[in-house]
């Protein structure tokens, strides 16, 4: 069974371009996670996926950032008009239910958004 | 409101010498605790989990770490390390209420140098 599937594992853009961040997450998962880790850093959450409820987006940095979650399972991150501070490697992460209790997040390998 | 510091950034340590890195926590629900690890180039991988049962948890790789709820701690410890131990390390926690969605909040990460 695969991982979590995170593309590009790399993007580098230039100021002021929009970038789209791919996540796939472990099939059947429900939850679905993004976080920001910066250098230096723990990770800062951004937004949360469960099923189909209405996300928790009380992580994103500012209304640049928007993401959406297709028919429950792949998941988009996308950072408009990219400043040099959002330049971080954004994690994206599945658990199987809502409840963190009991289970454990699976995260992907991240993609390292470097803004020029 | 919940929180977590590791208080040392970077540990060093010798091969086969013991292991510990420390981290406080505070919660306002009955947290569960979490150590997660982050080998170069490697997605995360959770260690151990403390989900108020054992209060000592015993993870992966030798690893184990004790809830302490009269310090708010959870330092994570191992008898000997080996090389291959070199890595990042988070402390997690989450407050969770049953039936609500949740999220973890890491601590900034300890990266531990293991020496021949």
């Known amino acids: 069974g695969a991982g979590v599937s995170q593309s590009p594992s790399n993007k580098v853009t230039e100021k002021g371009k929009d970038v789209e961040l791919r996540c796939d997450p472990i099939s059947g998962h429900t939850a679905l996670y993004w976080y920001r880790q910066s250098l230096g850093q723990g990770l800062e959450f951004l937004i949360y996926f469960q099923g189909n409820s209405a996300p928790d987006k009380s992580g994103l940095p500012s209304d640049r950032f928007s993401a959406e979650r297709t028919g429950g399972s792949v998941s988009t991150l996308t950072i408009q008009r990219t400043q040099q501070e959002d330049s971080a490697v954004y994690l994206c992460?599945?658990?199987?239910?809502?409840?963190?209790?009991?289970?454990?997040?699976?995260f992907g390998s991240g993609t390292q958004l470097s803004v020029l | 409101a919940q929180s977590v510091t590791q208080l040392d950034s970077h540990v060093s340590v010798s091969e086969g010498t013991p292991v510990l890195l420390r981290c406080n926590y505070s919660?306002?629900?009955?947290?569960?605790l979490f150590w997660y690890v982050q080998h170069p180039n490697k997605g995360l991988q959770l260690l151990l989990k403390?989900?108020?049962?054992?209060?000592l948890v015993k993870g992966i790789n030798g690893f184990e770490a004790e809830f302490k709820k009269s310090e708010t701690s959870f330092h994570l410890t191992k008898p000997s390390a080996h090389m291959s131990d070199a890595a990042e390390y988070f402390c997690v926690v989450t407050d969770l209420v049953t039936g609500t969605a949740s999220k973890l909040t890491f601590g900034t990460g300890t990266r531990l140098q293991v020496t021949l």
């Open positions: 403390y989900t108020s049962a054992a209060t």
């Open positions: 919660s306002s629900y009955s947290p569960s």
């Open positions: 992460a599945s658990s199987p239910s809502y409840t963190l209790r009991n289970e454990k997040l699976f």
